[in-house]
């Protein structure tokens, strides 16, 4: 009962970078939740906070061995577990991918555009939009990063922009993963249905001229008129 419920120990490893002075470690002991003893790399000895943890850390602060010992977890302990967590975790990214959409609301004459960021790590991200490659921020409404499920992000912001002939209108995503700002430009014409109009007017020009050389064949082994064969091209 003593070690699993009412008396335990914790270590902790506070750092903002993998240098080893940048690192404090903190090692602390409880009774009943309330912390009596406390040795930190900061200040290099034992601090007591009650009064059976002040007479611990007198005998420990004149203990040279004990706090030596401790002194060195300080490397020992944290510097091992602070570059593996850099190293797994804390500088691991993951790219953003962005997609630029726009709607017409009905009764409106501006419209909506959506840009939206998927599937980042860590959670820091800028979006900004530019029409005609300036700078715009009227308009321009923005979540919160949200989580994206398995430790990533998502983000999204809107502009409300009536656009004219040749606008170009594009949003612009920076990110940790990115080594340069991601620009996203608005199609008026979607790749698809560009695809999807050239196909349409390469078939009516081909059944054109199929229907063409049908007629001229047929007047041809009928042996009509000339005039026939003229009036049909």
Not at 16 to 34: G, H, M, P, T
Not at 83 to 102: C, D, F, G, I, Q
Not at 127 to 137: F, L, V
Request: proline share 4%.
């Amino acid at each position: 009962l003593i070690y699993g419920f009412l008396k335990y120990d914790t270590e902790l490893c506070r750092f903002n970078s993998s240098d080893l002075k940048d690192i404090e470690y903190v090692y602390s002991e409880y009774y009943n939740r309330v912390e009596f003893l406390r040795f930190s790399s900061r200040v290099d000895w034992y601090t007591g906070y009650t009064e059976f943890g002040l007479r611990e850390a007198n005998i420990a602060n004149n203990d040279t061995d004990r706090l030596t010992r401790r002194r060195m977890m300080k490397q020992h302990y944290c510097l091992q577990h602070v570059h593996m967590w850099y190293k797994n975790a804390l500088n691991r990214t993951m790219t953003p991918e962005a997609v630029l959409t726009s709607t017409a609301p009905s009764g409106g004459s501006q419209r909506l555009f959506t840009c939206s960021t998927f599937g980042f790590f860590p959670r820091s991200i800028s979006i900004s939009w530019t029409i005609n490659q300036q700078p715009h921020t009227s308009e321009v409404s923005s979540t919160d990063t949200l989580p994206d499920g398995d430790w990533l992000y998502q983000a999204h912001s809107q502009l409300s922009y009536s656009p004219r002939f040749r606008d170009r209108v594009s949003c612009w995503v920076e990110h940790a993963a990115l080594r340069d700002a991601l620009e996203v430009p608005w199609e008026p014409v979607s790749h698809g249905d560009r695809n999807k109009i050239a196909i349409g007017i390469s078939g009516s020009v081909l059944g054109l001229v199929l229907a063409l050389s049908g007629v001229l064949y047929y007047c041809k082994r009928r042996k009509v008129p000339v005039w026939c064969r003229l009036s049909v091209m």
